[in-house]
């Protein structure tokens, strides 16, 4: 059973390519941002405590993701694409814990990279059919990028010490972009990363 992350900065399109992987190799797409959005149109007691939070472009706490990532992994015995946590070293070290916890074990990380220009481009293209907020105020966009740098990217670190970080350029065509995840994901596979 595979468990993936997805990683990357806002924009680079990791829901987009979680949803291919998730279909092509049958994992479970698991997105806390999805799922927070979900909490959010609901008007559950949590969607109404994140809310804010999401609508400047903060972080939401570590706490409230790691809850919804446990229930999400006790619901299912698939094997999972996350994407979009972790999102800061404590979710990572979080992770380790929950995947033992429910017998699973971190196949891969997959970073995917894109230049600052090119992500912006993508958040604001996406804004259009996405209708999210987030996507449409440029302030917003910028201090999501922040939280990425300051928060986000240290999770690199994490990984790169355990060896399970694989990176992969996202500039091109999602086509393109979609082969490269692929091929690690075959090599994942059989047993060759
Ligand atoms: P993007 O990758 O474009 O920023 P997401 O849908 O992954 O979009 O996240 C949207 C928002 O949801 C984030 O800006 C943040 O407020 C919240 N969020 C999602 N995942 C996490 C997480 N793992 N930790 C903290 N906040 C999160």
């Known amino acids: 059973m595979k468990n993936i992350v997805l990683f990357g900065a806002p924009g680079v399109g990791k829901g987009t390519h979680a ?3 998730a279909e092509k190799y049958d994992l479970l797409h698991l997105s806390t941002g999805d799922l927070l959005r979900g909490e959010v149109a609901q008007g559950t007691p949590l969607g109404l405590r994140v ?3 999401m609508e400047r472009g903060d972080l939401v706490g570590d706490d409230v993701v790691i809850a919804l990532v446990d229930k999400a992994l006790a619901s ?3 094997g999972i694409i996350l994407d979009g946590f972790p999102r800061t070293v404590q979710q990572a070290q979080a992770l380790d814990f929950l ?3 429910h017998r699973r074990k971190l196949s ?3 970073s995917i990279d894109a230049s600052r220009d090119e992500l912006v481009r993508r958040i604001h293209e996406r804004a259009v059919i996405s209708g999210r907020t987030d996507d449409a105020d440029d302030n917003v966009i910028r201090h999501r990028l922040e939280e990425y740098d300051a928060k986000t990217k240290p999770v ?3 990984y790169k010490v355990s060896g399970l970080l694989v990176s992969i350029d996202g500039s ?3 086509n393109q972009t ?3 995840l692929c091929k690690v994901v075959d090599m994942l596979l059989s047993g060759n990363v």
Do not use: W
């Open 19 to 21: 949803g291919i992987l």
């Open 51 to 53: 809310k804010a939070s």
């Open 76 to 78: 299912t015995e698939q």
């Open 99 to 101: 995947l033992r916890n």
């Open 108 to 110: 891969c990380v997959i």
């Open 156 to 158: 690199t670190d994490y």
């Open 172 to 174: 091109g065509e999602i």
């Open 178 to 180: 979609s082969m490269r």
